[in-house]
């Protein structure tokens, strides 16, 4: 297969394999907001559950090509990609086929860089994306390998609440360990912290225990508790389109400005 491309968008992952802390919510309002900053997008539903695909507006009846047809190669990305509401970003959907990822691919011998040749083929360019956003499944297993073989970093959304540190080390052991064998140039991004309360005081513990441990790793923005993000999925809308006053909408605007901000060589946030 020919992987050259003319184009080159930016592969970012998001990931954790901690349910619940806010990945789908982050990669669809973070794509909502680069498009909104003039990028275009492809965001790629990689959970089988296909919430950032429901979140988004797209019917179960829409999703007759899927990441699990990209994935194995059945179909191309510029077939499988669909228009959202949004303008400029596109979404490739999921279905439950992915569920049986593990079992079906086990047998392939590239089973892991299946997503890193989809997405590294000329194909791409059709799409003529400045960003792809992928949405990891809760777990480290072969859907979210084939997400960091296939990224350029990951972003990595930490809940505020106790023990949230520690159910990050098992993650970082799996990036170090993709670095080592499959993707060297894979970076971490950053880490952001989601569902964060500032009267909390065990909000800004794990803030400070981040911060110390983490250094510039961790993002300058924090998304907080807010009533608007939990209600934009159930109108199929990012939450700068739902509500764009709210706390929400401005905390992942200010998130996009920082990831923009890392396009520029200057930047520490490629750092490892």
């Known amino acids: 297969m020919n ?20 990945k789908t919510t982050t990669t669809i309002n973070l794509g909502a907001a680069l498009a909104r900053a003039g990028r275009r997008v ?7 559950q296909g919430n950032a695909s429901t ?8 999703r007759d090509v899927t990441t699990y047809d990209v994935l194995t190669g059945d179909a191309l990305p510029s077939a499988a990609a669909i228009e959202t509401s949004v303008e400029n970003l596109l979404i490739i959907p999921a ?10 691919l086990m047998s392939n011998e590239k089973r892991s860089f299946m997503l890193h040749d989809a997405l590294h083929q000329p194909d791409i360019d059709a799409l003529e994306v400045d960003y792809i ?9 072969i859907l979210t390998v084939n997400a960091m073989i296939a990224s350029d970093s990951v972003v990595v959304p ?41 009267r909390n005081n065990l909000c800004q513990q794990v803030e400070a225990d981040a911060r110390d441990n983490l250094g510039d790793l961790v993002f300058k923005t924090v998304i907080p508790r807010n009533v608007r993000l939990s209600e934009a999925p159930s109108f199929a ?10 706390k929400g909408a ?15 060589p200057t930047s520490s946030r490629r750092a490892s």
Do not use: H, W
């Open 3 to 22: 992987l050259s491309r003319t184009t080159n968008p930016k592969i970012i992952s998001v990931a954790n394999q901690k349910g619940g802390v806010g």
């Open 42 to 48: 492809l965001l790629i539903d990689l959970d089988p």
């Open 55 to 62: 979140g988004l507006g797209i019917d179960f009846g829409n």
């Open 95 to 104: 279905t439950t086929d992915l569920s049986s990822a593990d079992i079906n």
């Open 133 to 141: 956003l992928i949405d990891c499944p809760p777990s480290l297993n």
């Open 158 to 198: 930490l809940q505020s609440e106790f023990f949230a540190l520690e159910g990050l080390s098992q993650l970082m052991l799996t990036i170090r360990e993709v670095r080592q064998t499959a993707n060297a140039a894979l970076r971490i991004e950053g880490v952001v912290l989601t569902m964060y309360d500032k």
């Open 237 to 246: 809308m990012p939450v700068i389109d739902y509500d764009p006053a709210s």
């Open 250 to 264: 401005a905390a992942y605007i200010a998130l996009t400005a920082e990831i923009i901000q890392g396009e520029q």
